[in-house]
């Protein structure tokens, strides 16, 4: 019987559809070894670790070295474990991703929608923050903080991450923005809405996918960043990379391997927890505009 012209072609099991299986298997496995290993490490005690095979599962597996990184493994001459740096981090990190996103935003619609004379100048300054390398704003940065009195605290983290963040989360606004048609705008003005009330009422609304982009991008961004952490924190206000990094440095009589790996994946649980969860509206974010313009 001869098949019908718009049935879809069959899908049989070909040595090419073989080889692209077996290639995906090796990228998987060669990105996820590391983390098998960390959490394997995590859940074995020292004396395992040292009869056993990096490779190797866990024979007892136990969460006392995760006790032990998160409130009383040494970080330098405090052992106190990284709940104290964990907590600085969510202070920081929240407040963060909400001001630097709600801004950007902000930028965003008046770039796209609200021209003025100068607005492409200033957006291309914006951008060039972007590109510009971290460590050129140090010193200057830092100059600023103390002019301002929030020197080595966490509400200092707070400023030098909405500023760092400003300008990518303009750029991704401003181009999702870009696809919003103007006549929307222009019909809330002849109906008499106001620059806010369009803003927050039809704007925002319509900002779902580039909001899920925006926030998972500064979160991950703002945790995982060690080189504001250290130059601009106090010894109250380290964040969570500081204190991995102390932990890992800190010399002892015996090096705990299994800690080390604990306080690791402590250190990168949340963002590991924000792309398990949000990955998908992720790339569908970025698929609606995030990066058109």
Known sequence: MTPSPTSPPARGFSAQRAILLLA?????????????????????????????????????????????????????????????????????????VLVSTALGALNGYVLTKWRFRGSELLFALLLFGVFMPMQVVLLPMSQVLGTLGIASSVWGLILVHVLAGLPSTTLFFRNYYAGLPDELI?????????????????????????????????????????LYGVVFSGADSKPITVGLNNLANTSSSVKEYNVDMAAALIAAAPTLIVYIVAGKYFVRGLTAGAVKG
């Open 24 to 96: 995906l298997l090796l990228f998987a496995a060669f990105f996820l070894g590391p983390l098998y290993v960390m959490v394997s490490t995590s859940l074995k005690s020292m004396d395992e670790v040292r009869n056993g095979t990096l490779l190797s599962l866990p024979l007892s597996p136990s969460f006392a070295a995760w006790s032990k990184a998160w409130s009383s493994a040494c970080t330098g001459t405090d052992c106190g474990g990284l709940r104290p740096f964990f907590m600085n981090s969510v202070l920081m990190v929240v407040p963060a």
């Open 186 to 226: 222009k019909a809330a003005t002849l109906d008499g809405a106001s620059f806010w009330q369009i803003f927050l009422r039809i704007v925002v609304p319509l900002s779902t996918p580039i909001l899920v982009v925006t926030l998972i991008w500064q979160f991950t961004a703002i945790w995982n960043d060690f």
